[in-house]
């Protein structure tokens, strides 16, 4: 079991539910990990999310996964994409306070991953980007041509919520290197590929196993 630890931080529409989860051994890198679609189910809890969260643990990475605003215990109501993207960049304030000297990493999946690449896009002190499944048919990702750090894209080949086609057309015209994984036979939602996605992620990242 890792050692989560609940705690509260206030966002532009109220108090932000978020969990915090320190490693084992002393590191100076913190990634911060955005949930899917409030609308649709999504919450820090998603097993995508928490997939991520252990895999940084192994990593030996703190972790800081939140509920965007009106999920669970965070307070408001849903903001059409532009109030999520605010919540991470409070969140993001919080944690510059809290490590002033670490390294900040953003991931997100789904719709988490079209809000930390916003926000990546818009802070040259993030260090490492972790997209998955990005709905890039959904939400238009035109604007984050600005992110500096390393960016990693992970996908399944038989995702039927994201076409893995617009992906690649999406990838092939980026003006800036994005490294991709695309897993045969896995969904959207990685139903029974969460080992081949820790292990992709790992390897992505160039982490031992």
């Not at 109220?14 to 609308?39: D, F, M, N, R």
């Not at 969140?91 to 900040?104: A, G, N, T």
């Not at 079209?114 to 980007?129: G, M, T």
């Not at 972790?130 to 894209?153: E, G, K, M, R, Y």
Request: hydrophobic share 45%; proline share 6%; with cysteine.
């Amino acid at each position: 079991m890792t050692p989560e630890e609940e705690i509260s931080l206030l966002g532009p529409a109220g108090k932000l539910e978020a969990i915090q989860v320190a490693p084992a051994e002393h590191s100076t890198t913190i990634v911060i990990i955005c949930h899917p679609h409030p609308l649709y189910g999504g919450t820090m809890n998603n097993k995508v999310v928490t997939t991520l969260a252990r895999t940084f643990y192994e990593m030996n990475l703190w972790t800081l996964r939140f509920n965007f605003r009106g999920i669970g215990k965070s307070e408001g109501g849903y903001g059409e994409a532009v109030g999520e993207i605010e919540d991470l960049q409070a969140v993001l304030v919080w944690v510059k306070k809290q490590f002033p000297e670490y390294q900040i990493w953003l991931a997100g999946f789904s719709f988490g991953a079209y809000i930390a690449a916003q926000v990546a896009a818009k802070d040259q002190d993030i260090r490492q980007l972790i997209s998955i499944a990005p709905p890039v048919n959904h939400f238009n990702f035109q604007d984050t041509q600005t992110v500096s750090c390393p960016w990693l894209l992970i996908m399944g080949e038989e995702d039927e919520v994201v076409p893995v086609d617009e992906v690649k057309a999406w990838l092939k015209a980026s003006k800036i290197p994005i490294q991709s994984i695309f897993l045969p036979n896995t969904t959207h939602f990685f139903h029974g590929k969460l080992i081949e996605l820790k292990m992709a992620l790992k390897s992505g990242l160039n982490a031992p196993f």
